[in-house]
């Protein structure tokens, strides 16, 4: 079992920004895929950006491409996600989450680990 621990949420105002972290313990994560999650209130939980771990390919939701970036430490434990150019439509709760993901990594069911969310707030 794949234990996911978030940090790194807050409150900015448009155009700033903040860097989420997701550390991971609990087994080798080589043929894992690592992703953020957003859920705003009202509204269905949705794909952020995703990794590869292996091969650290990338994918990105097209809202946010360009403005945020995810990556992994050379430690390979920690998740990012670097988020710039912050909107107020970016608001929601953030959730990393893992798992061994085929070729669609951005539906939720795959991911079986999930962390416990953390508020990101941007203000206009």
């Known amino acids: 079992q794949v234990q996911l621990v978030e940090s790194g949420g807050g409150l900015v105002q448009a155009g700033e920004s903040l860097r989420l972290s997701c550390t991971a313990s609990?087994?080798?994560?080589?043929?894992?895929?690592m992703a953020w999650f957003r859920q705003a209130p009202g509204k269905e939980r949705e794909f952020v950006a995703a990794?590869?771990?292996?091969?650290?390919?990338?994918y990105y939701a097209d809202s946010v491409k360009g403005r945020f970036t995810i990556s992994k430490d050379a430690a390979d434990t920690t998740a990012f996600l670097q988020m710039n150019s912050l909107k107020p439509e970016d608001t929601a709760v953030y959730y990393c989450?893992?798992?061994?993901?085929?070729?669609?990594?951005?539906?939720?069911?795959?991911?079986?680990?999930w962390g416990q969310g953390t508020q990101v707030t941007v203000s206009s």
């Open positions: 990794i590869r771990w292996s091969r650290e390919t990338t």
């Open positions: 989450a893992a798992g061994v993901v085929g070729i669609v990594v951005s539906i939720t069911a795959p991911y079986r680990s």
């Open positions: 609990g087994r080798t994560f080589n043929d894992y895929t």
